[in-house]
């Protein structure tokens, strides 16, 4: 993991750009089903972005990241019943810019906001940024991630505006295609442009089963006999954090 200290000043120009991204309001006008990509002019992955907020619980910006983030996402959204999955909260892949009351702020985002000078008030006014990865307990975001996801928050911004002016320009012939905004950098200046790219499908993992134990399988059925009924066997995150000198995870149980 990248665990590169973002400066003071990458930091100031996210915190104002998500400043920037909340009085556009963009949630007034958009939807979480409308998607569009953002490429990172460094890594060039692709972030696929949705506003959230048009129902007025959750506001910000989520954006998912390549492949693995945006099959999260497209599996969240086209689930009959997404909320029955308990598993879904674990296997998200995406960077956030949410806005929360000050008592979801964690010590060390009320600290930045104090040494940058910041002040927020009211309900849903304080900017919080995370990096949520399958499995793990959301963390605090790197230096990479905070430049990308101002980047993000901008072309957010400027799709925003765009989308308001013209509902359906997100909307083409197919569903596997994406408006993605792509840079192009010349003489250290970033120039976007609109460009439509097939919208990548995850190639399912390969399982590695482990050799059977014949004689352990041989006690089980015979157990199974003496007790009747059927035995079934499943795995599920749980819930709690586990952290053993390392970063926070959610087991497998």
């Known amino acids: 993991m990248d665990n590169s200290k973002p400066t003071n000043e990458q930091w100031s ?4 750009a998500a400043a920037a991204f909340k009085q556009t309001a963009p949630w007034k006008w958009m939807y979480d089903s409308e998607l569009f990509g953002v490429q990172d002019p460094e890594s060039g992955e692709v972030g696929y972005c949705c506003v959230l907020g ?3 619980e959750v506001l910000g910006l989520n954006v998912y990241l390549g492949a693995r983030g945006l099959s999260r996402y497209l599996e969240m959204y086209e689930a009959e019943h997404p909320e029955k999955d308990p598993d879904m ?3 998200q892949d995406l960077l956030v810019a949410h806005f929360d009351d000050r008592s979801f702020m964690e010590p060390e985002d009320l600290k930045r906001v104090k040494v940058l000078g910041y002040s927020f008030k009211g309900k849903k006014t304080w900017p919080w940024f995370r990096r949520y990865e399958p499995g793990f307990y959301p963390r605090q975001i790197n230096e990479s ?3 990308f996801l101002t980047q993000a928050l ?3 911004i400027e799709m925003a505006k765009r989308l308001k002016e013209n509902p359906a320009m997100l909307k083409k012939a197919g569903n596997q295609v994406c408006l993605v905004r792509v840079p192009s950098i010349q ?3 970033i120039t976007w442009e609109d460009v439509w790219q097939e919208i990548p499908l995850l190639k399912p ?3 590695q089963v482990p050799p059977v134990d014949e004689l352990r399988l041989k006690k089980l059925k015979k157990e199974a006999r003496r007790l009747g009924g059927v035995w079934e066997g499943d795995y599920f995150f749980s819930p709690a954090v586990i952290q053993e000198g390392g970063r926070p995870y959610y087991p497998q149980l």
């Open 145 to 147: 991630e905070v430049v």
């Open 205 to 207: 993992a390969a399982i």
């Open 89 to 91: 909260p674990y296997k």
């Open 54 to 56: 048009s129902l007025g």
């Open 187 to 189: 003489e250290e200046q």
């Open 154 to 156: 901008m072309q957010a």
């Open 13 to 16: 120009a996210l915190y104002e």
